[in-house]
């Protein structure tokens, strides 16, 4: 399924002018933060959606060409939010990811008057707010929230490689891979680690 327009049409014809898709990335990751994205799509949007799927379905390169054309579209507003691995270990992942994704509605200059969550979420703001199991895969405005999102995040995690060198951030950005584990039972957890997650 390619991501369109419909969830937003709907709500424009509701009444809302200014919807905000939201999406996070790095919640299953071992190490880093946890980073969200709030991506709004104006109502004139003139935006080539052939090459816009969600992150997880494009290679490194494509987000990576894909980012500047979302970033500095005109018919789009964006917000980041982050999360730092010693406030994951402090409150929980779930809480943290909550955190984050409010923090990128409020990087949005002019608040949103509704929000789109990718998967079963919900935030602590007075907004009203639909869930959506998938909603990376099937609303455009939380497909490009996605992209963004997993282009900041594995930029963050490349510059963590040159201070951490030995635990290669930049092939795996902290997931459980077996070479991450690998450099886990060689090193031992670094700063950068989730202390409250299972490790190697």
């Known amino acids: 399924m390619k991501?369109?327009?419909?969830?937003?049409?709907?709500l424009w014809r509701m009444g809302y002018k200014k919807i905000a898709g939201v999406d996070e990335v790095g919640r299953g990751s071992t190490?880093?933060?946890?980073?969200?994205?709030?991506v709004v799509v104006k109502r004139c949007s003139r935006l080539n959606l052939e090459q816009i799927k969600d992150s997880k379905q494009l290679t490194a390169k494509q987000r990576e060409e894909l980012y500047p054309i979302l970033t500095r579209h005109p018919a789009i507003?964006?917000?980041?939010?982050?999360?730092?691995e010693k406030v994951i270990d402090r409150i929980n992942i779930l809480q943290a990811t909550r955190l984050a994704m409010k923090r990128a509605v409020e990087k949005i200059n002019r608040k949103p008057n509704f929000l789109i969550l990718d998967g079963r979420m919900t935030l602590d703001l007075?907004?009203?707010?639909?869930?959506?199991?998938?909603?990376?895969?099937?609303v455009l405005s939380c497909t490009c929230a996605s992209i963004i999102a997993k282009v900041t995040?594995?930029?963050?995690?490349?510059?963590y490689h040159k201070k951490y060198p030995l635990y290669f951030f930049n092939q795996h950005k902290g997931y459980p891979t077996k070479l991450h584990y690998k450099m886990l039972r060689k090193h031992g957890a670094c700063k950068l680690h989730r202390q409250s997650f299972r490790l190697a």
Do not use: H, T
Request: net charge positive.
């Open 3 to 10: 991501p369109n327009l419909k969830e937003e049409r709907k």
């Open 31 to 38: 190490a880093g933060p946890v980073v969200a994205c709030a």
């Open 77 to 84: 507003e964006w917000g980041i939010g982050r999360v730092s």
């Open 126 to 138: 007075a907004i009203p707010q639909k869930s959506i199991v998938k909603a990376d895969e099937k």
């Open 153 to 159: 995040r594995d930029r963050m995690m490349q510059r």
